[in-house]
């Protein structure tokens, strides 16, 4: 069986005190509490990862980052590297965001070169991917996922140290989710093409997250499909309430 992953992106919001407090709400939680298949991660912004990776270091919280350069060191003003984030015990770190290919400029390929990045220094890559409403509405979201998968993959070794988000970019931030069923459709689709591109365990092994408007009013019946392995959650995971409840709700 795979382990459940709640993994809240918390994008560009809030300030360092907005950050510390929610952490230590989460952890005052999860203090004494067995989780016992499931594993949470906060991706905050840059600044904030070295206050909490070492609050986390006294929890069963993961801290990822939501971004890193492609490349290894030297003169690329403003990135930050695989080096840097190991350095500061982050463990995940999100890779290909839509928000990151619309707005920078991020393509598969360097995509790619990220993940590899990661892996080197043993941070777990959480790849994001997803088709658009204009692409699914015209039928080619299987197409637009496989193209995706290839490229972003390229030469990519899997043995526990990936993550798979799909995304669909008409989902995210709008409040309008992927019915379960469109999203298990997806989910098995992408298990299918590992499961042929790799092997049969890899594919059994490898965490499919969901993201799109994933709250607590509708995460039980998403976690419920058999290929749904968790959510990155932006909107509801910045009240930690919510957050709570949805690690409650994979609990279960
Ligand atoms: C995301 O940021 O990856 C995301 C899915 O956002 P939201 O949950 O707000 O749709």
């Not at 069986?1 to 300030?15: F, L, P, Q, S, V």
């Not at 928000?99 to 360097?110: L, M």
């Not at 990661?118 to 997803?130: F, K, M, S």
């Amino acid at each position: 069986m795979r382990d459940i992953i709640i993994a809240g992106n918390w994008k560009m919001n809030k300030t360092f005190q907005e950050a510390e407090d929610f952490l230590v709400d989460i952890f005052e939680y999860l203090h004494n509490k067995e989780l016992e298949k499931t594993t949470s991660i906060i991706c905050p912004p840059f600044p904030y990862l070295e206050m909490a990776t070492d609050l986390a270091a006294e929890s069963n919280l993961s801290i990822g980052a939501q971004n890193v350069s492609e490349h290894e060191s030297g003169a690329y003003t403003g990135e930050i590297s695989a080096a840097m984030l190991h350095s500061m015990d982050v463990d995940h770190c999100i890779v290909g965001h839509s928000e990151r290919r619309k707005y920078f400029g991020e393509t598969d390929e360097t995509i790619n070169k990220k993940i590899k990045m990661l892996q080197n220094y043993r941070i777990i890559p959480i790849v994001c991917i997803g088709e658009s409403l204009q692409q699914r509405e015209a039928g080619e979201a299987e197409e637009v996922i496989e193209t995706q998968l290839l490229a972003t993959l390229q030469d990519v070794q899997i043995s526990n140290n990936l993550a798979i988000a799909y995304e669909p970019i008409w989902a995210i931030g709008t409040g309008e989710t992927a019915t379960p069923q469109q999203a298990q459709k997806i989910h098995s689709f992408i298990r299918k093409w590992i499961q042929e591109n790799y092997n049969k365990e890899i594919a059994n092994s490898v965490p499919i997250l969901y993201g799109g408007s994933v709250k607590p009013e509708n995460i039980s019946d998403l976690l419920a499909e058999e290929d749904i392995d968790g959510g990155l959650i932006g909107g509801a995971s910045l009240d930690s309430n919510k957050f709570k409840k949805m690690i409650d709700i994979a609990e279960k």
